[in-house]
Nanobody
Framework: QVQLVESGGGLVQAGGSLRLSCAASGRTFSSYAMGWFRQAPGKEREFVAAINWSGSSTYSADSVKGRFTISRDNAKNTVYLQMNSLKPEDTAVYYC??????????????????WGQGTQVTVSS
């Protein structure tokens, strides 16, 4: 089992940047594929980006391609989401998620077994 804790959210102006972190407990972090999702007020949670266990493969939603980058540091048990050129429509609670697999990257929510509590990102216009 793994516990996930997100950090790095906050208030930023449009065009700005934030880096989210998701710290995982346990000694088997490198055997988990990771994902970032977000949920805006009144909307369903949606996929943002995913990364495989080694970091060699990533996948991002079209809405964030070219602006957001997912990465991981297995030595630090942490996955990151670097968010650049932020837009007001990026405002949401951002969640990280984990699934134990040496497979690829996954976008469906139901592929993930573990979730963090979320961190709020607010982008002002």
């Amino acid at each position: 089992q793994v516990q996930l804790v997100e950090s790095g959210g906050g208030l930023v102006q449009a065009g700005g940047s934030l880096r989210l972190s998701c710290a995982a407990s346990g000694r088997t972090f490198s055997s988990y594929a990771m994902g970032w999702f977000r949920q805006a007020p009144g909307k369903e949670r949606e996929f943002v980006a995913a990364i495989n266990w080694s970091g060699s493969s990533t996948y991002s939603a079209d809405s964030v391609k070219g602006r957001f980058t997912i990465s991981r540091d297995n030595a630090k048990n942490t996955v990151y989401l670097q968010m650049n050129s932020l837009k007001p429509e990026d405002t949401a609670v951002y969640y990280c998620a984990a699934v134990r697999t040496y497979g690829g990257t996954y976008s469906p929510e139901n592929a993930y077994d573990y979730w963090g509590q979320g961190t709020q990102v607010t982008v002002s216009s």
